[in-house]
């Protein structure tokens, strides 16, 4: 029993967390994340944190997929390209492409990033090409893998070498990079597909 004209409930000044004060340096807003999903974006949480901590280096060539717009289908047409002497052109279209059908399989698990240095010229990856990554893809032994290595991007084929993970180029100039336990190795996704100008 309270007394009569006793408060209860409701705000109290000076009560709860200040303002800013979360682990983040701002406000936080509950939301709910698909199981598939959690894993991804605590290690993008651990990021920011490393970030303020000035522990990590921003990614600027990182990207992710605008699921508001839509890139407009091309034209397909259904004749093959002579790569030797010149074949009669066909004058019709098979059908219209949609690029994003033809390289994104879940768009909310994919995003770009743009490649740097020569490690992966074997596997078709050049300076500047955009990789196609997607998180939803397991990344099993023999796949392409775009992963957070001590704080810096490196993208590698993900081999299994006298019993022992390693981060391998297709470049002989460069060597394995062994995933030792001093290592802090997240991998970020799987590398579906790469988009390279000539």
């Not at 002497?85 to 033809?102: G, H, T, V």
Request: charged share 25%.
């Amino acid at each position: 029993m309270t007394k009569e004209g006793s408060n209860r409930g409701g705000a109290r000044a000076g009560a709860g967390r200040k303002k800013g004060s979360s682990a983040y340096g701002e406000s936080t807003k509950a939301m709910r994340i698909p199981d598939s999903l959690v894993a991804t974006v605590s290690q993008l949480l651990t990021h920011k944190k490393k970030q303020q901590a000035g522990d990590v280096l921003d990614y600027p060539n990182v990207y992710s997929l605008d699921l508001d717009t839509k890139v407009p289908s091309i034209p397909f047409y259904g004749v093959s390209v002579a790569a030797g002497f010149p074949s009669p052109a066909d004058d019709y279209i098979e059908k219209r492409l949609d690029l994003n059908e033809l390289l994104i399989n879940k768009p909310a698990a994919t995003f770009f990033v743009r490649a740097e240095g020569e490690s992966m010229l074997g596997a078709g990856i050049h300076p500047d090409d955009i990789l196609v990554v997607d998180r939803s893809v397991h990344p099993s032994v023999g796949k392409i893998v775009v992963c957070a290595l001590d704080g810096e991007l490196t993208v590698k084929r993900l081999r299994s070498k006298e019993g022992q993970l390693v981060l391998a180029p297709e470049n002989p100039n460069y060597p394995d990079i062994p995933l030792k336990g001093e290592l802090e190795m997240v991998i970020w996704g799987v590398v579906t597909s790469v988009i390279h100008n000539v």
